[in-house]
């Protein structure tokens, strides 16, 4: 995927929308800046998703409505968790 790709990695965020959205980039990069892109950072909706009654579930980020990923974040998913986006 693109995220897997090498240039990303010097990104300090990825916003990640679908193609008939419309996307105020410059509010976007306004907020952002309150943030420091180092810092592990999700943005967007997310789905909780249970695995079984005895395993814990986790969060999924659900890229429907668009999400945003910091630096620290990517660098959370590792490789094989670029590769899928």
């Known amino acids: 995927g693109v995220l897997a ?18 996307t105020n980039l410059h509010a976007i990069t306004e907020r952002l800046s309150c943030f420091n892109p180092e810092q592990p950072r999700f943005f ?11 395993q814990p579930g986790f969060l999924f980020p659900y890229p ?7 630096r620290g974040a990517l660098g959370l998913l590792g490789d094989g968790g670029l590769e899928l986006c």
Do not use: M, N, T
Not at 5 to 22: A, F, L, M, N, T
Not at 45 to 54: C, K, Q
């Open 5 to 22: 790709q090498p240039w990303i990695r010097g990104c300090d965020w990825v916003v990640k929308v679908e193609s008939d959205h419309y």
């Open 44 to 54: 967007g909706a997310g789905h909780f998703v249970y695995l079984s009654e005895d």
């Open 64 to 70: 429907g409505g668009g999400v945003i990923f910091s």
